[in-house]
């Protein structure tokens, strides 16, 4: 079966960095469309970063310049890189991927994705 499992969440004070990982099992395809999402208690999940089978990649405004998707194809593992962290940046952040054909990859939301993981809690204080 296809796993999605993330780790790298921690508290941290705002201004520093952290990365996520995730690392994916049992993937039957021979690409896919990844990203990052967020939830914070109340508030209905985001989509923070993602990227397409080619490498292109495609950030929320509320990110863009500060956090960065990347992946190690061979290692099976995605990562998101967060720099210059803020208090708003406080949420369960999930992995998700979708197989191919992913035409509207970097813009869908999250029904557009059909595996998850169990998130990672992100917690930035002042």
């Known amino acids: 079966q296809v796993h999605l499992v993330e780790s790298g969440g921690d508290s941290v004070q705002a201004g520093g960095s952290l990365r996520l990982s995730c690392v994916v099992s049992g993937w039957p395809y021979r690409s896919a469309c990844m990203g990052w999402f967020r939830q914070a208690p109340g508030k209905e999940r985001e989509g923070v970063a993602h990227i397409d089978p080619d490498g292109n990649t495609a950030y929320a405004d509320s990110v863009k310049g500060r956090f960065t998707i990347s992946r190690d194809n061979a290692a099976n593992i995605l990562y998101l890189h967060m720099n210059e962290l803020k208090r708003e940046d406080t949420a369960m952040y999930y992995c998700?991927?979708?197989?191919?054909?992913?035409?509207?990859?970097?813009?869908?939301?999250?029904?557009?994705?059909?595996?998850w993981g169990q998130g990672t809690q992100v917690t930035v204080s002042a």
């Open positions: 998700a991927a979708d197989p191919p054909p992913a035409p509207y990859c970097l813009t869908s939301g999250t029904s557009y994705f059909e595996f």
